[in-house]
């Protein structure tokens, strides 16, 4: 018999797709109050198996044992009887609900089915107040931050006394407070008695949570370790099956002429504000320049006004020599720019069509894709078979939808189209955002081969060590403006730390000095 | 004319054609909030309409003066059958809304008059026995200057239409069943992570609309026209789905739409009557109802909120 610590044994589980193995024989095991992490690359299969777990997805083959007993979980209501809840990767949530709707729905509370809207509230306010997971019982998730719509998923487990809980990406969505808190969040759950399930690409998070990670490769379980005995660097080699290099190769830049030149550019947001104020960027042939920022300081607008999906209100911006103010994006596009949207479901990709439709989405109506108006489908299946063979897109077939795709793959699908039509200058908007280490090590790499090649690169990210790592120069914006220009060896994460939270360059550039020279003091006095 | 008679007159006759867009109009409600568009109510009235009529000739020596109620629950019955095929399509099949809808509007008349002229011998089936005629409201006619405008000699199915825009307003909203209805049309994904059967959902809304559009139909062969032809519904199942938008998927809203698309085709009836608007020709009267369908589409359209996952179908994963 299986010993009574584990709360959960899940015994060669295999799920196929077609002729496809997305799991192959994959075995994991949760002790009770512990926090496991499950490691994988994108497609490995993480989502697929977490699925399987709590009744979305039944598998192919292969046992589940929960506390010692063997069952078989049909469906989500089974799951939820066993104890088992998941906060899944694309928030399973009614937008247009309260809060508490979202959490009772499938479980309300009622008398001769009408529902006892009072009491609902009441629950879960003390069910938020006991794991001090703060929301707004009344609000509709539509008006709640990402923070606090991720805290009400949470919370839907718990009211359904789940004391086995998956979280399937959680950080991806955070900011770095989120996160934090999100962590202080999985300990208490854990002192409560519950174990816990996390999925995540960031190996700092694990380090600083998790008990064990088990890492599975391209469907197959590789192998379950300690973290605390585990380095960094070898839960990034188990999970590539090569060794991964976090740190960014380059060369200094050779900057040229500029391929972007943006003048006194003013762009409102929908509901008429200023989001970008009047403000002046260059970017150079031979250079990446980064732009750093908080979320929701004008760097979307200010891509979207680039690349003609908004509407620039005073200003001009010129490309490649060419003005291409309020041009439409075909244009745009044509005269040299390559996008990676922040947006990728929505701006990146058609999801219903498929994958090698999808590859030709810029250049489907030019030759060779396309003769006197026919598409010439051999070409279009060509050209995505062999996009997806040198960026390492995983699927099992390019006539798959878009859509089947796992999230970190669809990303490097849109990444693999627009670097290869080698645009004068390539928006990066988050380029990484869900990837896996590998693929990150990756994509920085292609970045820079750009920028080597003689191109523009702008990239844009909320991740500090991206935005250091890959960019020449970084701009940081504030408030719609760029309240900065430095370069990006003669700064560091504390001054970038303070611009983000609109000090003036002259004042953090002198607390940055300052405080290392007081700490250099007490060091020194210590001694 | 005094202007009590006249208020009465306008009101009742309003009521009179809103009934029938009452009913279809909720039952539309009720489908698109479960995530299914129903343009086929169309066609169910029709069916309603049609089978109403068959019955309120065939039973009035068994029903008397109860014909019409007992008849429109038999046009709500055939209308909830009709509808099955629209669920089996949208929901099992995966068909588009759209065109399952657009088969049951083109099959229901076809079959309607087909039946009709086999049983009947013409395109008509000539005068109903027992029409709902005019009635007082219990009790509420009594009132003074309220009491005969509003409750005197007025429509018994409008008043049916309220209570039922009433009662659906709390089903919808206040209920267990109404939370996981509108859940499903929003975010089908998400209930069935909670364990709610999302086709079992669906199904219930696509055939409460059946029932109520079916009872739509029948008031419309038993209230207006006093008979049933290839006219008698002639475009007012997509008039209850203007109002049903225009209503924005709220019953009681749905249910005020539906009085003013009555009012505005009453008019053609009893606007000579009216001193204001005697004198447009009776031609301008009977284009208003449709105009302002137009209008009021073009102008609450863009604005008004539709359920996320509407016309959308939802595949199980397994
Ligand atoms: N319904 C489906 N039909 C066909 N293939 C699928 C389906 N769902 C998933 N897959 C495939 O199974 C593989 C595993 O997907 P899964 O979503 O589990 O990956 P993941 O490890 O969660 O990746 P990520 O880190 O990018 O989220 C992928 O290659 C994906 O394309
Ligand atoms: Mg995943």
Not at chain 1, 87 to 104: A, G, P, S, W
Not at chain 2, 45 to 74: D, H, Y
Not at chain 2, 290 to 296: A, D
């Amino acid at each position: 018999m299986s010993e009574t610590n584990k709360v959960i044994e899940m015994k060669g589980i295999t799920k196929k797709f077609g002729n496809f193995k997305a799991n192959d024989n994959i075995h994991l095991d949760l002790k009770k109050g512990e926090i496991h992490a499950l490691l994988g690359e994108n497609g490995a299969g993480k989502s697929t198996l977490m699925n399987i777990l709590s009744g979305l997805l039944e598998p192919t083959e292969g046992e589940i044992w929960v506390n010692g007993e063997k069952v078989s979980i049909s469906s989500p209501d089974v799951a939820n009887q066993l104890g088992i809840g998941m906060v899944h990767q694309h928030f399973m949530l009614v937008d247009k609900f309260t809060v508490t709707e979202n959490i009772i729905l499938g479980k309300e509370k009622h008398k001769f089915g009408f529902m006892d809207q009072a009491t609902s509230q009441k629950d879960v306010k003390e069910l938020s107040d006991q794991y001090g997971l703060r929301v707004d019982p009344k609000a509709r998730i539509s008006d709640i931050s990402v923070g606090m719509q991720q805290r009400a998923e949470i919370l839907k487990t718990l009211y359904r006394g789940a004391d086995i809980l998956i979280f399937d990406e959680p950080t991806g969505v955070l900011t770095p407070q989120e996160i934090e808190e999100l962590m202080e969040i999985m300990n208490a759950l854990v002192k409560e008695g519950k174990s816990i399930i996390l999925i995540t690409h960031k190996l700092d998070e694990i380090k600083k949570v998790a008990d064990r990670c088990t890492v599975i490769r391209r469907g197959k379980s590789i192998d379950t370790v300690d973290v605390a005995t585990t380095s960094q660097q070898e839960l990034a080699d188990m999970m590539v099956g090569r060794s991964v290099s976090f740190k960014v190769d380059k060369k200094p830049a050779d900057p040229k002429e500029p391929v972007l030149e943006i003048k006194n550019l003013t762009v409102k947001e929908a509901r008429g504000y200023d989001a970008v104020k009047a403000i002046d960027l260059d970017v150079k042939a031979g250079e990446i320049l980064g732009i750093a920022g908080v979320d929701g300081n004008g760097q979307s607008e200010l891509i979207q006004a680039i690349t003609g999906l908004t509407k620039v209100d005073s200003g001009s911006i010129k490309l490649d020599g060419k003005d291409i103010t309020n041009k439409k994006p075909r244009k745009i596009t044509e005269t040299g720019l390559g996008h990676i949207p922040e947006d990728r479901q929505r701006y990146g990709l058609v999801l219903q069509m498929k994958l090698e439709e999808n590859m030709s989405l810029q250049t489907y109506y030019q030759k060779p894709f396309s003769n006197h108006g026919f598409l010439n489908h051999k070409e279009i299946k060509e050209h995505a078979k062999q996009l997806i063979e040198e960026f390492d897109v995983r699927t099992s077939s390019e006539e798959n939808t878009a859509s089947s795709l796992s999230g970190g793959n669809q990303q490097k699908a849109i990444i693999a189209r627009e670097i290869y039509r080698n645009p004068a200058l390539l928006i990066a908007a988050q380029p990484t955002r869900g990837l896996d280490v590998g693929a990150i090590e990756y994509i920085h790499k292609r970045l820079i081969e750009q920028r080597d090649h003689g191109k523009g690169v702008l990239l844009m990210s909320y991740e500090l060590d991206e935005v250091m790592n890959v960019s020449d120069r970084i701009a940081v914006m504030y408030d719609g403006n760029i309240i900065a220009i430095v370069n990006a060896d003669e700064t560091n994460e504390k001054e970038l730390g303070l611009l983000m939270a609109g000090v003036p360059l002259e004042k953090a550039h002198e607390q940055v000095t300052e405080t290392e020279g007081k700490e250099r003091e007490t060091v020194a006095n210590e001694k | 004319m005094d202007i009590i008679r006249l208020m009465q007159l306008i009101v009742s006759s309003s009521l009179t054609f809103a009934a029938p867009l009452i009913l279809t109009a909720i039952g539309g409600t009720f489908s698109e909030r479960g995530g299914v568009v129903n343009i086929g109510l169309e066609g169910i009235m029709v069916m309603g309409a049609f089978m109403s009529a068959i019955f309120n000739i065939q039973f009035v020596g068994t029903f008397g003066t109860m014909t019409p109620w007992v008849g429109m629950l038999a046009g709500g019955v055939i209308g909830l059958l009709f509808s099955i095929i629209h669920a089996v399509a949208t929901v099992n099949l995966r068909a588009d809304h759209i065109v399952s809808g657009t088969v049951i509007n083109l099959a229901a008349p076809a079959l309607a008059v087909f039946l009709t002229r086999a049983l009947f011998g013409a395109a008509q089936t000539g005068p109903l026995p027992r029409a709902f005629g005019r009635t007082n409201i219990f009790l509420l006619h009594r009132i003074p200057v309220i009491g005969p405008i509003f409750f005197r000699n007025t429509s018994g199915p409008a008043f049916f239409g309220i209570l039922v825009a009433i009662i659906s307003w709390f089903i919808l909203f206040k209920t267990r069943f109404g939370l996981r209805l509108r859940s499903v049309g929003e975010n089908p994904h998400a209930a069935e992570t909670l364990g709610i059967k999302v086709y079992t959902m669906k199904y219930a809304g696509v055939l409460i609309s059946g029932f109520l559009g079916g009872m739509g139909g029948a008031i419309q062969s038993q209230a207006i026209h006093n008979e049933f032809g290839i006219l008698t519904v002639a475009g007012q199942g997509f008039i209850a789905m203007a109002a049903m938008i225009f209503g924005k998927w709220n019953p009681l809203g749905a249910m005020g739409a539906a009085i003013f698309f009555g009012f505005a085709q009453s008019l053609a009836r009893v606007g000579n009557s009216i001193p204001v608007i005697q004198d447009i020709p009776g031609v301008w009267l009977q284009i208003l109802p449709y105009l302002l369908t137009i209008l009021v589409l073009v102008g609450v359209i863009g604005r008004a909120e539709a359920p996320a996952a509407i016309g959308k179908t939802y595949i199980k994963s397994k």
